[in-house]
Structure formats: structure tokens, C-alpha cells
């Protein structure tokens, strides 16, 4: 028996009879062209020379579209593993609009699901394609009142999700702050509110929310000491004008009033803090880089996320510096064309006047130019994603 299955198979050789298949070739297949395919499986399929011959040499017309799926699935190996922030990395998905994975969210949070790494980090995809277990009680509300429900949400691809939000994202707020500008509790709504919406905003809308939030701040510390002064001195006036700017509709009104009792009672209206200004020059510019550069290299490598991004980007010529932006509020963006990173400028400084410094402590103080690289890695990985 054992001679007649040999002398069978010798006669299948010999007549010119291909050979079984290897399994794992094959197996890169159903792993990258399945409907539910293995992230990993683009990035060990591209490293795999042999396997690549394999399909070359037997199976050429499944090839190209193989090596494409595998190429799009080590692509979204790096988007889903580069980013900690849900704003950065859904933006990343939508400029993505030609691949599946971008226009469904389930597809994605299936991906997700599938890899142990990331489904230990859930809370951050659900978040990117804005699901709607992510959404607080409010932000619900305001979407059944525009006939929205889970279901419905469910069925709508990222892009639809986020202009449906966009568009309600005012009364989102509106059910959030429920006291007037020149309320107490008006700073610490806003704030919450602009937590829960942020999501969905530009850098320069976020931007201008703070602004008013400050501006709120520092008027609503102007009303406490003209109530106190009011009361001191009996002043019926200016403690109606003081009322009046608690009760105003908008922060100018709040201004104006608070500015009228103040004149009655020879205070201050507190000022804004003054800009905080970079004021190196380029010589010092590039001194400067020339310590934070390799200080946010070293906050980058060591994870292989940050090890591959810098093993994709080493000798493509792509360059750091410090300038202006193209618009206020955004802390950094990448220029294709001179392959530069550019980190703002005025953003650096006003980053270092949150932690009590200024730009030019980075020229010289150590634990300085250690918080200045962690507060830049992400951003330097975000856009540094535009450049490979």
C-alpha cells in the first residue's frame, strides 16, 4: 500500500503536477483579504520575502492586490498605535476617506477588538469615531431631539457623525451652561462644557473658548472685590452695578458694568496678563533645537511605535524649527513641500508660561528642556505621520 500511494505520487510529479500550497503563504491572505482582516498581517507579510516570492511565483494575478491591502493595513498598524490624543487620531482616520476601515466605524472598532494591544485602550477609538457610548446624557438629548438615535448613529460613517455633531455642538453647550457670564458658576459650566465638545472643534475654536473662559475669570475676580468694596462703603450704586453686570448677557455688558463700578468705587478693573512673548533670535532658535530635537527623539524611541516612525523617517531629510504657523492656535504643522515640522513660535511660549518659564530656559535649564520634549513628542509624531 505504502508503495502504491509513493509510485502515485511520483507519477503526479512527473507529469507535471504542482506541489501543495504552503500553508502560511496562503494564510497571509485570509489574514489580509478577509472581511475581518489581522492588523499585524500587512507588516509581517511585507517583511515575509519569501511568502512575497511564493504568490509571485504561483499565484501572480492575487498579488498586486495583496501587496496593497498589506501596504493599507501596515498604514493603519501605525495611525492606530501613534496617537493617545482622540482628535489627532481621528483626524488621521478621516484623511483616510478611500479606505473602508476610515468610512465605518464598526470596521475599525473591530480591528481594534481583534488586537489585544489596542482593545486595552478602547475607550480611546470609541472616542476617535465619536460612538455613542461615549456621549454624556446631554449630548444624547440633543441628538434624539433631532431625531437621532443610537440606531440611526450607529448606520452613519465617521465623516456624517462628525458634521452631524458640528452642527449641533452649540446646543450641545447650551444644555451644559446654564447661568449667565457673569454668574459664579459660569467659568467652571464652560469649562465642562467645552470638555465634552472640544472633541469636535478646531484648534483655533478651542483656542478662542479658553480665551473667553480667562477673560470670565479674571472679570468674575473684578465683581467679588467690587461686591466686597459695595458693601464696605454702603455704595447702592455700584452695588447695583455690580447686580446688573452678575445678571448681564454677554461679557461686554459684564465689562461695561463692572468698569462702572469700579469707577465709583476707585478700583482697578483687572487687566489681562500680558501676552507671553518668544524673544530668541535665531541664532538662539537654533541652539535651542538643537537641544530639544534630539530631547523629543529620546521621549519617542523605545516603544516600537516610535521606534518604527523614526526608522521610517531617518534620512528623508525631513527638518524642525520654531516660526509662526499659518493660523494662531495651531501648535504645530508639517510642510510637505520643504519637509519642515514647524512648532509656533508664540505656541512655545505661552506653553512655557503654564509651567512658570520661558523659552529661554530651555537654552540652559535641563528639567525645562525635559517638560518642553514630553509636551512635544506627541505633536512632533503627529506630523512627522504627514512625512513619511
Known amino acids: 500500500m505504502k508503495f502504491r500511494l509513493l509510485s502515485l505520487a511520483v507519477i503526479l510529479l512527473a507529469a507535471g503536477a504542482a506541489p501543495a500550497a504552503p500553508t502560511l503563504p496562503l494564510r497571509y491572505r485570509l489574514m489580509i483579504n478577509s472581511p475581518a482582516p489581522t492588523l499585524s498581517a500587512g507588516t509581517a507579510f511585507l517583511r515575509d520575502d519569501a511568502a512575497q516570492q511564493w504568490f509571485l511565483d ?81 449630548t444624547r438629548g440633543v441628538l434624539n431631539a433631532a431625531d437621532i438615535s443610537n440606531k440611526l448613529w450607529s448606520d452613519l460613517n465617521l465623516s456624517d457623525r462628525y458634521r452631524s455633531l458640528r452642527r449641533i455642538s452649540q446646543k450641545v453647550m447650551g ?24 472633541a469636535i472643534m478646531t484648534d483655533e475654536e478651542i483656542k478662542k473658548h479658553h480665551e473667553s473662559i480667562t477673560r470670565a475669570k479674571r472679570l468674575d475676580k473684578g465683581l467679588r472685590l467690587a461686591a466686597k468694596a459695595a458693601g464696605a462703603s454702603a455704595d447702592e450704586t455700584a452695588a447695583a452695578l455690580v447686580d446688573s453686570a452678575r445678571r448681564a448677557e454677554d461679557l461686554d455688558a459684564v465689562e461695561a458694568a463692572l468698569g462702572l463700578a469700579c469707577s465709583r468705587l476707585g478700583l482697578a478693573v483687572p487687566a489681562e496678563k500680558p501676552e507671553p512673548a518668544y524673544d530668541l533670535s535665531p541664532e538662539e532658535t537654533g541652539a535651542l533645537l538643537a537641544r530639544l530635537s534630539p530631547a523629543i527623539l529620546d521621549v519617542i524611541s523605545g516603544t516600537p511605535s516610535g ?15 520654531i516660526d509662526e504657523t499659518a493660523h494662531d492656535g495651531v501648535l504645530a504643522h508639517y510642510t510637505k513641500k520643504s519637509k519642515v515640522i514647524v512648532f509656533g513660535d508664540k505656541q512655545l511660549a505661552r506653553l512655557m508660561a503654564e509651567l512658570g518659564r520661558v523659552p529661554r530656559d530651555l537654552l540652559s535649564n535641563d528639567e525645562a528642556l525635559a517638560d518642553a520634549a514630553v509636551l512635544y513628542a506627541s505633536l512632533f509624531v503627529h506630523e512627522a505621520t504627514h512625512h513619511r
Open 58 to 138: 504561483n499565484r501572480p494575478a492575487q498579488f498586486p492586490a495583496l501587496l496593497r491591502d498589506a501596504l493599507g493595513l501596515r498604514d493603519w498598524e501605525r495611525v492606530l498605535t501613534s496617537y493617545d490624543d482622540p482628535r489627532q487620531l481621528r483626524e488621521a482616520i478621516l484623511s483616510r476617506q478611500d479606505s473602508d476601515i476610515a468610512t465605518q466605524p464598526a470596521l475599525l472598532l473591530a480591528l481594534v477588538d481583534r488586537t489585544p494591544a489596542l482593545a486595552a485602550k478602547r475607550r480611546l477609538y470609541e472616542e476617535a469615531v465619536l460612538d455613542w457610548s461615549v456621549f454624556s446624557p446631554g
Open 175 to 198: 444644555t451644559l451652561i446654564t447661568v449667565g457670564p457673569g454668574h459664579p458658576e459660569y467659568t467652571a459650566q464652560y469649562a465642562k462644557a467645552l470638555s465634552r465638545t472640544s
Open 307 to 321: 521606534d518604527e516612525l523614526l526608522a521610517a523617517i531617518s534620512d528623508t531629510g525631513l527638518r524642525l524649527t
